[in-house]
T-cell receptor, first 114, second 107 residues
Framework: EAGVTQFPSHSVIEKGQTVTLRCDPI?????LYWYRRVMGKEIKFLLH????????ESGMPNNRFLAERTGGTYSTLKVQPAELEDSGVYFC????????????FGPGTRLTVT | GQNIDQPTEMTATEGAIVQINCTYQ??????LFWYQQHAGEAPTFLSY????GLEEKGRFSSFLSRSKGYSYLLLKELQMKDSASYLC????????FGTGTRLLVSP
């Protein structure tokens, strides 16, 4: 079974530019999550999709961040315009509908805004 | 709110036993997770405790005391490949993590 994949693995952009991160969850997983780890800090929740619907977006920092999951399969996270403080590692995770309850994480996208 | 504390770094010797502690304060409790993360890789699930007591899974065991807001991860027969960060987290859908404990296993 393929795991959660994320693209790109690294992205370096200038302040003010736009970046789109992609996550492909494990096939059949309805739940998809985005998390972010800023250097030196803990991994923090951004939002949660159930299929194509946003279930909880309480962790989204501001309206420069837009997440979508059209068709309930892969998801994208767009940052527009990017700011220096957006630098960090963005993780995607997915989970099936019932137990086991663990979330399966992708390897992350390291975003550097210069 | 939620707050999770765990030591920043620990060192141990190959073949030894190490215990990584985690204390938490949550407004609601939905279970406690431990994840392992090697540098540059995805966090991988180790254990999930929702009831008090010890859960054993091979060389790794996890303990939970809900009344004390306390958990630990016990790693036995340490191997070099166990050098990694260990993340304590609570929650169900929205996981809340500590900053992680970086474990360095030396020969």
């Amino acid at each position: 079974e393929a795991g959660v994949t994320q693209f790109p693995s690294h992205s370096v952009i200038e302040k003010g530019q736009t970046v789109t991160l992609r996550c492909d969850p494990i096939s059949g997983h309805d739940n998809l999550y985005w998390y972010r780890r800023v250097m030196g800090k803990e991994i923090k929740f951004l939002l949660h999709f159930v299929k194509e619907s946003k279930q909880d977006e309480s962790g989204m920092p501001n309206n420069r961040f837009l997440a979508e999951r059209t068709g309930g399969t892969y998801s994208t996270l767009k940052v527009q315009p990017a700011e220096l403080e957006d630098s960090g590692v963005y993780f995607c995770a997915s989970r099936g509908g019932g137990p086991p309850y663990e979330q399966y994480f992708g390897p992350g996208t390291r975003l550097t805004v210069t | 709110g939620q707050n999770i504390d765990q030591p920043t770094e620990m060192t141990a010797t190959e073949g030894a036993i190490v215990q990584i502690n985690c204390t938490y304060q949550t407004s609601g409790f939905n279970g406690l997770f431990w994840y392992q993360q090697h540098a540059g890789e995805a966090p991988t699930f180790l254990s999930y405790n929702v009831l008090d007591g010890l859960e054993e899974k091979g060389r790794f065991s996890s303990f939970l005391s809900r009344s004390k807001g306390y958990s630990y991860l016990l790693l036995k027969e340490l191997q070099m490949k166990d050098s990694a960060s260990y993340l304590c987290g609570t929650g169900f859908q929205k996981l809340v993590f500590g900053t992680g404990t970086r474990l360095l296993v030396s020969p």
